[in-house]
């Protein structure tokens, strides 16, 4: 199943919050939609970036690289 998820492209801004879905369960992907409160899921990940630059997200959530995808999907 793991070939199902690949991460996400996004244009990120410098110093705006982020809140990175953990749970899974966002329809949002790759950011939280509050979903986790009716899943009683794990909350969202808060980011932000020093710079405005294009990222990848982990969709799969298993990345050890949070929010980042490190390639882990493919594993
Ligand atoms: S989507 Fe690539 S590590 Fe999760």
Redo the contacts with the bound molecule.
Sequence with gaps: MSDS???IKVDLEKDKRYAWCTCSHSTNQPFCDGSHRTHNATPSMGFSVEENKEAYL??????SNPPY??????A
């Excluded at 982990?58 to 990345?63: D, E, M, Y």
Aim: proline content about 7%; some cysteine.
């Design positions: 998820y690949s991460p982990c969709t799969c959530k298993k990345t995808c490190d390639g882990t999907h493919n």
